[in-house]
């Protein structure tokens, strides 16, 4: 299942799992190490994940988008406001479906978007789409 | 002396009764939706629980099968491990119930004769702002949020 064999990704970069839900959290890693990546740090909101960005590099984030002090939304603008942060790849995994909220996302700057429930193979694509559309 | 209005003289015993049946049924009722929250902070946690011990059980397989029978059941195993996000889902569902919940208590206890401490609504102004799962055919599905994603 490794993304390496579809396409050219550095497994050993650094990847941010940000969500509220430790279960959610758990998942996603388990999906991350099926995928080949070996570094993964995770925090449980948005604030917190600001701040591990800022002393720490990191080659993707996935986030939640509803979480308390501050929500995947306000991050991501928060990333893309950053200089240093700006271009770091972005995916949203949330429940959050309706049209506004994925325009909202789209408009923040977000590489790609997953909505609640989803499985590994859409987890797989969306990093695939992500950092083959970098190589290209 | 002063002169009485109709059957004031009435009222005030009249009223003591029915204002007290009033608060003892709002407080029954605020009892009961208590005693809901409780429910629902327990189911959070028993989904909690069963997701946790249903993920180490699949970590445990994926970790101990060989080449060939992880080859053989990852998929299964990865289905079961995302499967167990129904947790994150049920979680906030359960979350968006409790904060209506806490609204009815805090109305009750707006409207109950005697003032009684305030229940505070559990979600802030911004996450209530936010939808959180929504119902089967209402909401985008992961194709319809391809499209907007894709468009220029």
Redesign the interface.
């Known amino acids: 299942m490794s993304v390496e064999e579809t396409m050219a990704v550095d497994l050993g970069m650094r990847v941010l799992v940000v969500d509220d839900y430790k279960t959610m959290i758990r998942i996603i890693r388990n999906l991350l190490k099926q995928l080949g990546f070996v570094n993964v740090d995770e925090a449980s909101d948005g604030s917190a994940a600001l701040n591990m960005m800022r002393s720490k590099d990191y080659g993707l984030v996935i986030s939640d988008w509803n979480m308390e002090p501050m929500t995947g939304y306000e991050l991501l603008r928060e990333v893309r406001a950053d200089d240093t942060l700006s271009r770091t790849p972005f995916i949203m995994v949330t429940a959050e479906s309706k049209t506004d909220n994925v325009i909202a996302a789209k408009k923040a700057g977000v590489n790609n978007y997953i909505v609640k429930p989803f499985n590994a193979a859409t987890l797989k694509s969306k990093i695939e789409a992500i950092f083959g559309e970098q190589s290209r | 002396m002063p002169r009485r209005r109709g059957n004031d003289a009435r009222r005030p015993a009249a009223f003591v009764p029915g204002a007290r049946r009033r608060q003892q049924t709002v407080a029954t009722e605020i009892g009961l939706l208590v005693h809901t929250l409780r429910e629902l902070a327990a189911i959070k946690n028993t989904a909690?629980d069963a997701?946790?011990c249903i993920?180490a059980h699949?970590?445990e397989l994926?970790a101990s099968a060989d080449a060939g029978e992880a080859a053989r059941g990852?998929?299964a195993l990865?289905?079961i491990?995302?499967?167990?996000?129904?947790?994150?889902?049920v979680?906030?569902r359960v979350t968006k119930i409790a904060a209506t919940l806490d609204g009815v208590i805090a109305a009750r206890v707006a409207r109950t004769p005697r003032k009684t401490k305030a229940v505070t609504p559990r979600l802030?102004r911004?996450?209530s702002a936010?939808?959180?799962?929504?119902f089967p055919g209402a909401?985008?599905?992961?194709d319809s949020?391809d499209a907007?994603?894709a468009k220029a």
């Open positions: 909690e997701a946790g993920l699949a970590e994926l990852q998929e990865l289905s491990m995302t499967a167990c996000g129904f947790h994150d889902l979680g906030q802030s911004r996450a936010l939808e959180g799962p929504g909401s985008l599905d992961q949020i907007i994603l």
